[in-house]
């Protein structure tokens, strides 16, 4: 598991390691009050970004339980960043992993995520062959939950009063998908007309 | 908060108390059997292990922080039989969290003992304790023990499918949740004890 795999492409998005001048970018959506509320949960000021940045610049590959793979997510078009996607290896002998994201509130609802996703979903259970990938979300980010949805996740927990953020009872969801579930035909390729048997 | 419940705790039919050293052979007449640790994480327990184990639980009887457990035996009124043991672990202070587990000998099932006894516990969770959630995990294999959870008006809050691997297998594992007012409703509702 020691491939370096970024950059690689989408339709519309370049997904690569981050790089030192990233920070301006990451804090434009990082520090955002809706980045703080659901997302990750100490990185609030752009001293902090920078941190941020600076470790997201040394998770580029996945050699062992625990490895994160940070992957910015650029627009091919202007070569803007618009969110960021985390692919974490939790677990080798069960091949567990986690996904975290975030993205610009002025670049959502356009499919970028759904695009980036989709890939490194792919990414998870072809490269790494995970067995299964699970995604952790606020209960009140109705955008989170239905992207999941939509990418054929189930909702396998609903953790309700369970912990206290920020003064108030959090509500946790967790959406989850086997590697059979994704995609499962995509093993299966299409003959071209030529190689057909009937 | 401290807490170092008076005991036993009692039910109609039940005492709910700490552990002592006579009750070792109690323990292994249940805890060595294979159906009964199927579902656990241990495998099932030598008598010199039970031994080891009541030994821990003698001090296990009250809750000075985050962290401490609670682990007593079930015994019946009647004849002083112990049909099995219960534990509830304060998962969090700040959040008042617990969690609740129990294990059974299968001869003394049917009998409502389990729902008698847990149904305690949670008073002592919601009531002594002060907690504001307590919740249980099972395999989802494991019926028996689902079942009684939602006869204690949990629900069913996690359904994890292959998390993990659990003796040679996948794992399918259930987290069932109780919240304070959720449990005086069903106290008000229903008599258990």
């Known amino acids: 598991m020691t491939l370096s795999l970024l950059p690689f492409e989408t339709d519309r998005l370049r997904l690569r390691a981050f790089e030192r001048g990233d920070v301006d970018a990451v804090a434009s959506y990082h520090t955002l009050p809706a980045s703080q509320r659901y997302g990750v949960r100490h990185v609030r000021y752009p001293s902090d970004v920078a941190e941020a940045v600076g470790i997201m610049r040394t998770q580029v590959a996945l050699q062992r339980p625990g490895d ?5 997510l650029e627009r091919k078009g202007d070569g803007r960043l618009i969110g960021q996607v985390l692919l974490q290896w939790s ?5 567990q992993a986690e996904v975290r994201f975030l993205i610009h509130p002025a670049f959502s609802g356009q499919g970028y995520l759904t695009e980036a996703l989709s890939a490194v979903f792919d990414l998870a259970f072809t490269q790494f062959r995970i067995h299964r990938l ?11 939950a239905k992207l999941m949805q939509k990418l054929g996740l189930r ?3 609903h953790y309700r009063e369970h912990a206290l953020f920020q003064g108030e009872w959090d509500e946790e969801l967790h959406f989850a998908i086997l590697d059979r579930e994704w995609r499962p035909n995509a093993k299966i390729f299409e003959l071209s007309p ?3 048997v009937a | 908060m401290a807490l170092y419940p008076a005991y036993p705790l009692m039910t109609s039919r039940l005492f709910l108390r700490p552990f002592t050293r006579g009750d070792v052979d109690a323990v292994h007449s249940y805890r060595g059997r294979d159906d009964v640790a199927r579902y656990l994480y241990d495998a099932p327990l030598s008598r010199d292990e039970c031994a080891l184990a009541v030994q821990r639980r003698v001090s296990q009887t009250g809750f000075a922080e985050e962290g401490d457990r609670l682990v007593l035996a079930v015994e019946t009124q009647a004849d002083a039989t112990v049909v099995g043991e219960l534990s509830l672990i304060w998962r969090s202070a700040e959040a008042r969290q617990g969690e609740l587990g129990w294990i059974f000998h299968p001869d003394h099932q049917g009998r409502g ?9 949670l008073d002592l969770a919601f009531h002594d304790l002060d907690l504001h959630r307590v919740y249980a995990r099972c395999d989802a294999r494991n019926m028996p023990s689902w079942r009684l959870m939602e006869r204690l008006g949990m629900r ?3 359904h994890f499918r292959e998390h ?14 109780i919240l304070r007012r959720e449990w005086g409703a069903m106290r008000q509702s229903t008599r258990h004890s």
């Open chain 1, 68 to 72: 994160v793979l940070a992957m910015a």
């Open chain 1, 91 to 95: 677990d080798a002998t069960a091949g």
């Open chain 1, 134 to 144: 699970m995604v952790r979300c606020d209960g009140r980010s109705h955008h989170s």
């Open chain 1, 155 to 157: 909702l396998e927990a």
């Open chain 1, 194 to 196: 030529r190689n057909r």
């Open chain 2, 113 to 121: 003992y389990a729902t008698e006894a847990t149904s305690r516990l």
């Open chain 2, 156 to 158: 069913r809050e996690a």
């Open chain 2, 164 to 177: 993990g691997l659990f003796k040679g297998g996948w794992d399918e594992e259930f987290y069932y949740a």
